[in-house]
């Protein structure tokens, strides 16, 4: 089986990394209380931390290195795409040479931490609405699509990205026209999506 390759922002490994791990973290506090005796306060998860090393090799190994480096040095978080562990919100924290590079040979490590997207940098205004009846009103409606919107039905064995590719658009695009998909990694055969 082909896995797709790993993805960020604009970047697209050549070859996916050797090695990458998830660090899953909860905060836990510790309070002694008398005779030896210590009670635990659950404080919720913490962030989650990805962890890989990599090789670049052939004749653009270090181009390839440099286009990575480039990516590191946007600002904000982006879109983590591995081709088999769940696509993630994530800030690209460490990026760092494992041996002297060459142009034909560089290996690498890297470090990203999952973005909480729960928290808003903006204020937001609510419009008021008026509840003439019981209840808590209808629902808010979902945005209605252009009129020329172009739509694809899925078939076994198409990949989202294909799928992006196939009608010269972006992943992040069919993920936005496409708020019904959770994990891009997993669509079903049958599934509707708007692809322009």
């Known amino acids: 089986m082909e896995l797709s390759p790993m993805r960020y922002k604009s970047f697209i490994w050549p070859h996916n990394p050797r090695t990458y791990s998830i660090e899953y973290e909860r905060k836990v506090a510790v ?47 982006g879109a983590l795409f591995h081709p088999v562990w769940q696509s993630a919100s994530v800030y ?15 290996r690498y490590t890297f ?13 937001t205004t609510r419009k008021k609405q ?11 409606a979902l945005p209605k699509p252009p009129a020329g919107a172009v739509y694809h039905t899925v078939v076994t064995g198409e990949t989202l990205w294909g799928i992006a590719q196939k009608y010269g658009t972006t992943l ?9 998909i959770k994990n891009p990694n ?7 999506l708007r692809v322009g």
């Open 130 to 140: 008026t509840n003439t009846g019981g209840g808590s009103g209808p629902a808010p």
């Open 186 to 192: 997993v669509i079903q055969a049958g599934l509707r």
């Open 31 to 77: 309070h002694k209380v008398p005779f030896g005796r210590y009670a635990m306060q659950d404080l919720g998860l913490g962030r989650r931390v990805m962890r890989g090393e990599g090789e670049f090799f052939g004749p653009s190994a270090y181009e390839d290195f440099k286009k990575l480096a480039t990516v590191f040095y946007d600002d904000g978080p």
């Open 111 to 123: 470090t990203f931490w999952e973005d909480y997207d729960k928290y808003q940098d903006t204020l």
């Open 92 to 106: 690209f924290v460490a990026l760092s040479l494992a041996q002297e590079p060459r142009k034909d040979y560089v």
């Open 172 to 180: 992040g695009e069919l993920l936005v026209w496409n708020p019904q």
